[in-house]
């Protein structure tokens, strides 16, 4: 039997992510679990970030932002990030991280994290408690001992982080590969 619960979002798991911004004169880290993919050509993504948030000043005077993919190692780090304001405390000197220049965006890329995508905001949509910003990525940077020699992702070197519900989780294993459920009912109608 299922049990009707009021709407919320519980769609799950989501990526815990840092995302960094600046205006030109000063930074900031903020901690998003409501990030995803929603293009791929060109390649986009959005983040939904509340309109009382210095991040999100900062996002509306600059148009740019860094995506940056931490370690299920790195949750204190990310948890602080989203715990304590960028208008009170430097961040950056606060959970240990290192800022790198961007190549094509003035937000900067995290150095700790294997993963940094710069995008362009594209578009912005009102949504109610938080705004949804649409950036196109215009860069992706990736620690060399994530990457194979056919340039595709190791994803066991990985360890990306997920947030479910309030709470912080590794992920586990690979359990398939897209189109694997295809070529296995094609091999049996064989």
Same mark, same amino acid.
């Given at each position: 039997?299922?049990? !009707?619960?009021?709407?919320? *979002?519980?769609?799950?798991?989501? &990526?815990? $992510?840092?995302? *960094? $911004?600046?205006?030109g ?9 409501? @990030?995803? *993919? +929603?293009?791929?050509?060109? &390649?986009?993504?959005?983040v939904?970030?509340r309109?009382?948030?210095?991040? #999100? %000043?900062?996002? !509306?005077?600059?148009?740019e932002?860094?995506?940056n993919? &931490?370690r299920?190692?790195q $949750?204190?780090q990310?948890d ?14 606060? @959970? ?12 900067? =890329?995290?150095? %700790?994290c &294997?993963i940094?995508?710069?995008c362009? +905001?594209? #578009?912005?949509?009102?949504?109610g408690a938080?705004?949804?910003f649409?950036?196109?990525? +215009?860069?992706?940077?990736c620690? %060399? ?6 340039g ?5 070197a =990985?360890?990306?982080l ?10 586990g294993?690979?359990?398939? *590969? ?9 091999? #049996?109608m064989?």
């Amino acid at each position: 039997m299922k049990i !009707e619960r009021r709407p919320s *979002t519980i769609l799950l798991p989501v &990526p815990a $992510v840092l995302v *960094t $911004v600046a205006d030109g004169k000063k930074g900031n880290i903020v901690t998003i679990a409501w @990030a995803g *993919t +929603v293009c791929s050509a060109p &390649p986009m993504v959005s983040v939904a970030i509340r309109g009382s948030r210095y991040s #999100h %000043e900062l996002l !509306e005077c600059s148009r740019e932002f860094v995506v940056n993919l &931490p370690r299920a190692s790195q $949750v204190e780090q990310v948890d602080l990030c989203g715990s304590i304001s960028g208008r009170d405390e430097d961040k950056w000197v606060a @959970a240990g991280l290192t800022p790198l220049p961007a190549a094509k965006v003035q937000a900067p =890329l995290i150095a %700790e994290c &294997p993963i940094n995508l710069e995008c362009v +905001v594209r #578009h912005e949509l009102s949504l109610g408690a938080h705004d949804l910003f649409i950036g196109e990525i +215009v860069a992706v940077h990736c620690d %060399e001992e994530v990457i194979d020699a056919r340039g595709r992702l190791k994803h066991g070197a =990985l360890d990306p982080l997920a947030y479910v519900d309030g709470d912080y989780w590794s992920m586990g294993e690979k359990v398939g *590969t897209y189109g694997f459920s295809a070529k296995r009912r094609k091999g #049996h109608m064989s």
